[in-house]
Protein backbone atom coordinates (compact mmCIF):
# COMPACT_ATOMS: atom_id res chain seq x y z
CA UNK A 1 0.00 0.00 0.00
CA UNK A 2 1.13 3.59 -1.12
CA UNK A 3 2.03 5.82 1.95
CA UNK A 4 1.94 9.09 0.38
CA UNK A 5 0.43 9.22 -3.06
CA UNK A 6 -0.14 11.69 -5.49
CA UNK A 7 -2.64 12.14 -8.29
CA UNK A 8 -2.25 12.54 -11.55
CA UNK A 9 1.60 11.37 -12.10
CA UNK A 10 1.73 13.10 -15.49
CA UNK A 11 -0.26 16.30 -15.94
CA UNK A 12 -0.28 18.28 -19.62
CA UNK A 13 -2.11 21.36 -19.56
CA UNK A 14 -2.20 24.49 -21.70
CA UNK A 15 -1.16 28.09 -20.48
CA UNK A 16 -3.99 29.56 -18.30
CA UNK A 17 -6.00 26.86 -16.90
CA UNK A 18 -6.49 25.97 -13.61
CA UNK A 19 -5.44 22.54 -12.36
CA UNK A 20 -5.12 20.48 -9.19
CA UNK A 21 -2.75 18.20 -7.45
CA UNK A 22 -4.16 15.71 -4.69
CA UNK A 23 -2.06 14.20 -2.38
CA UNK A 24 -3.06 11.64 0.39
CA UNK A 25 -0.88 10.33 3.12
CA UNK A 26 -2.00 7.08 5.37
CA UNK A 27 0.78 7.29 7.57
CA UNK A 28 -1.52 9.26 10.40
CA UNK A 29 1.46 12.17 9.94
CA UNK A 30 0.11 15.36 10.84
CA UNK A 31 2.70 17.58 8.83
CA UNK A 32 2.31 17.84 5.27
CA UNK A 33 4.58 19.78 2.79
CA UNK A 34 4.53 20.44 -1.06
CA UNK A 35 8.07 20.90 -2.67
CA UNK A 36 8.98 21.55 -6.61
CA UNK A 37 11.80 20.32 -8.46
CA UNK A 38 12.93 22.44 -11.25
CA UNK A 39 14.23 21.40 -14.66
CA UNK A 40 18.24 21.30 -12.61
CA UNK A 41 16.57 18.72 -10.08
CA UNK A 42 16.80 21.65 -7.72
CA UNK A 43 14.13 20.61 -4.52
CA UNK A 44 12.48 23.88 -3.03
CA UNK A 45 10.14 23.84 -0.15
CA UNK A 46 6.43 25.70 -1.19
CA UNK A 47 4.12 25.12 1.54
CA UNK A 48 4.33 22.89 4.93
CA UNK A 49 0.93 22.45 7.01
CA UNK A 50 0.65 21.23 10.37
CA UNK A 51 -2.87 20.99 12.45
CA UNK A 52 -4.37 23.66 10.56
CA UNK A 53 -0.98 25.84 10.26
CA UNK A 54 -0.49 26.97 6.88
CA UNK A 55 3.44 28.22 6.33
CA UNK A 56 4.06 29.83 2.92
CA UNK A 57 7.49 30.02 1.42
CA UNK A 58 7.15 33.61 0.68
CA UNK A 59 8.60 33.11 -2.95
CA UNK A 60 5.73 30.89 -4.06
CA UNK A 61 2.88 32.81 -6.16
CA UNK A 62 -0.56 33.38 -4.76
CA UNK A 63 -1.47 31.27 -7.75
CA UNK A 64 -0.58 28.36 -5.77
CA UNK A 65 -2.60 27.49 -3.38
CA UNK A 66 -2.82 24.45 -0.70
CA UNK A 67 -5.91 22.86 0.45
CA UNK A 68 -6.42 20.78 3.39
CA UNK A 69 -9.76 19.38 3.63
CA UNK A 70 -8.68 16.92 6.41
CA UNK A 71 -4.79 15.66 7.83
CA UNK A 72 -4.47 13.16 5.23
CA UNK A 73 -5.13 15.29 2.64
CA UNK A 74 -2.69 18.32 1.10
CA UNK A 75 -4.21 19.64 -2.39
CA UNK A 76 -2.27 21.86 -4.56
CA UNK A 77 -4.21 24.05 -6.89
CA UNK A 78 -2.65 26.30 -9.53
CA UNK A 79 -4.71 29.18 -11.19
CA UNK A 80 -3.65 30.44 -14.50
CA UNK A 81 -0.89 28.28 -15.32
CA UNK A 82 2.00 29.88 -16.52
CA UNK A 83 5.04 27.76 -18.61
CA UNK A 84 7.32 28.29 -15.61
CA UNK A 85 5.42 26.24 -13.60
CA UNK A 86 6.43 23.25 -15.66
CA UNK A 87 7.87 21.07 -13.30
CA UNK A 88 7.79 17.61 -10.80
CA UNK A 89 5.38 18.55 -7.61
CA UNK A 90 5.98 16.25 -4.66
CA UNK A 91 4.09 16.03 -2.05
CA UNK A 92 5.44 14.86 1.78
CA UNK A 93 4.55 14.27 5.12
CA UNK A 94 5.92 13.45 8.66
CA UNK A 95 4.97 13.07 11.93
CA UNK A 96 6.87 14.22 15.04
CA UNK A 97 7.79 10.39 15.76
CA UNK A 98 10.17 10.47 12.62
CA UNK A 99 12.49 12.88 11.60
CA UNK A 100 12.72 11.71 7.92
CA UNK A 101 9.59 13.22 5.52
CA UNK A 102 8.11 10.82 3.48
CA UNK A 103 7.62 11.75 -0.83
CA UNK A 104 5.06 10.89 -2.53
CA UNK A 105 5.82 9.59 -5.95
CA UNK A 106 5.61 13.16 -7.65
CA UNK A 107 3.50 14.98 -10.76
CA UNK A 108 5.45 16.01 -13.34
CA UNK A 109 2.96 19.43 -14.37
CA UNK A 110 3.62 20.59 -18.29
CA UNK A 111 2.87 23.54 -19.25
CA UNK A 112 2.10 24.38 -22.73
CA UNK B 1 18.96 30.74 6.96
CA UNK B 2 20.23 27.55 6.07
CA UNK B 3 22.48 26.36 3.15
CA UNK B 4 23.04 22.58 1.67
CA UNK B 5 25.95 22.57 -0.69
CA UNK B 6 26.79 19.69 -2.94
CA UNK B 7 29.81 20.41 -4.87
CA UNK B 8 30.04 17.13 -7.19
CA UNK B 9 27.22 17.57 -9.47
CA UNK B 10 28.57 14.15 -11.33
CA UNK B 11 30.43 11.25 -9.84
CA UNK B 12 31.24 7.84 -11.26
CA UNK B 13 31.99 4.45 -9.88
CA UNK B 14 33.16 1.12 -10.98
CA UNK B 15 30.72 -1.45 -9.64
CA UNK B 16 31.72 -3.07 -6.50
CA UNK B 17 33.98 -0.05 -5.59
CA UNK B 18 33.56 2.70 -2.72
CA UNK B 19 32.42 6.21 -3.90
CA UNK B 20 31.91 9.16 -1.41
CA UNK B 21 29.73 12.26 -1.80
CA UNK B 22 30.23 15.24 -0.61
CA UNK B 23 27.81 18.10 1.26
CA UNK B 24 28.29 20.56 3.30
CA UNK B 25 25.96 23.11 5.10
CA UNK B 26 25.59 25.95 7.18
CA UNK B 27 23.33 26.62 10.44
CA UNK B 28 23.68 28.32 13.11
CA UNK B 29 21.63 25.62 15.13
CA UNK B 30 23.19 23.10 17.94
CA UNK B 31 20.57 20.76 16.95
CA UNK B 32 18.97 19.47 13.68
CA UNK B 33 18.88 16.05 11.71
CA UNK B 34 20.84 15.67 8.09
CA UNK B 35 19.74 13.35 5.61
CA UNK B 36 20.90 11.71 2.12
CA UNK B 37 17.72 10.69 -0.14
CA UNK B 38 17.94 9.19 -3.55
CA UNK B 39 16.30 9.73 -6.62
CA UNK B 40 16.43 7.10 -9.07
CA UNK B 41 15.23 7.60 -12.20
CA UNK B 42 12.08 6.48 -11.58
CA UNK B 43 11.36 10.01 -10.09
CA UNK B 44 10.82 8.17 -6.16
CA UNK B 45 12.90 9.94 -3.64
CA UNK B 46 14.09 7.53 -1.42
CA UNK B 47 15.12 7.98 2.35
CA UNK B 48 19.03 6.38 2.02
CA UNK B 49 20.60 7.18 5.75
CA UNK B 50 19.87 9.78 8.24
CA UNK B 51 22.07 11.42 11.02
CA UNK B 52 21.04 13.06 14.41
CA UNK B 53 23.35 16.19 15.04
CA UNK B 54 23.87 15.22 18.99
CA UNK B 55 24.72 12.01 17.98
CA UNK B 56 28.92 11.70 17.61
CA UNK B 57 28.53 8.11 15.57
CA UNK B 58 28.14 8.28 12.03
CA UNK B 59 25.05 6.44 10.98
CA UNK B 60 25.25 3.19 9.01
CA UNK B 61 22.80 1.14 6.69
CA UNK B 62 24.38 -1.79 5.18
CA UNK B 63 26.28 -0.67 2.23
CA UNK B 64 25.59 3.21 3.30
CA UNK B 65 27.45 4.88 5.83
CA UNK B 66 28.17 8.92 6.86
CA UNK B 67 31.42 10.90 8.05
CA UNK B 68 29.38 13.86 10.41
CA UNK B 69 32.14 16.41 11.21
CA UNK B 70 29.76 18.87 13.40
CA UNK B 71 32.36 21.28 13.61
CA UNK B 72 33.22 21.42 10.29
CA UNK B 73 29.75 20.98 9.05
CA UNK B 74 29.96 18.51 6.92
CA UNK B 75 28.03 15.44 6.25
CA UNK B 76 30.04 12.90 3.31
CA UNK B 77 27.84 9.43 2.43
CA UNK B 78 29.90 6.84 1.41
CA UNK B 79 28.72 4.00 -1.17
CA UNK B 80 30.85 0.65 -0.29
CA UNK B 81 30.68 -2.36 -2.91
CA UNK B 82 28.64 -0.21 -5.38
CA UNK B 83 25.89 -1.68 -7.71
CA UNK B 84 24.26 -1.02 -10.43
CA UNK B 85 20.85 -0.01 -8.78
CA UNK B 86 22.95 2.57 -6.68
CA UNK B 87 22.72 4.81 -9.92
CA UNK B 88 20.53 7.82 -8.82
CA UNK B 89 20.52 11.45 -7.98
CA UNK B 90 21.40 12.05 -4.41
CA UNK B 91 20.81 14.87 -2.50
CA UNK B 92 21.77 15.73 1.31
CA UNK B 93 18.76 17.38 3.22
CA UNK B 94 19.00 19.17 6.48
CA UNK B 95 15.92 19.68 8.81
CA UNK B 96 15.79 21.42 12.02
CA UNK B 97 15.21 19.49 15.42
CA UNK B 98 11.48 20.36 16.34
CA UNK B 99 8.62 21.93 14.30
CA UNK B 100 7.06 21.52 11.52
CA UNK B 101 9.95 21.95 9.57
CA UNK B 102 10.63 21.84 6.20
CA UNK B 103 14.05 20.07 4.39
CA UNK B 104 16.18 22.31 2.98
CA UNK B 105 18.03 20.33 0.02
CA UNK B 106 21.10 20.49 -1.65
CA UNK B 107 21.60 20.83 -5.57
CA UNK B 108 22.36 16.74 -6.00
CA UNK B 109 24.84 14.99 -7.03
CA UNK B 110 24.05 12.39 -9.91
CA UNK B 111 25.91 9.31 -9.45
CA UNK B 112 26.52 6.74 -12.17
CA UNK B 113 27.64 2.70 -11.77
CA UNK B 114 30.20 1.80 -14.42
CA UNK B 115 29.30 -2.05 -14.93
Sequence with gaps: DTAVSQTPKYLVTQMGNDKSIKCEQNLGHDTMYWYKQDSKKFLKIMFSYNNKELIINETVPNRFSPKSPDKAHLNLHINSLELGD??????????????EAFFGQGTRLTVV | AQTVTQSQPEMSVQEAETVTLSCTYDTSES???????KQPPSRQMILVI???????????????????QKAAKSFSLKISDSQLGDAAMYFCA??????????FFGTGTRLTVIP
Design chain 1, 86 to 99: SAVYFCASRTGTYA
Design chain 2, 31 to 37: DYYLFWY
Design chain 2, 50 to 68: RQEAYKQQNATENRFSVNF
Design chain 2, 94 to 103: YRTWAGANNL
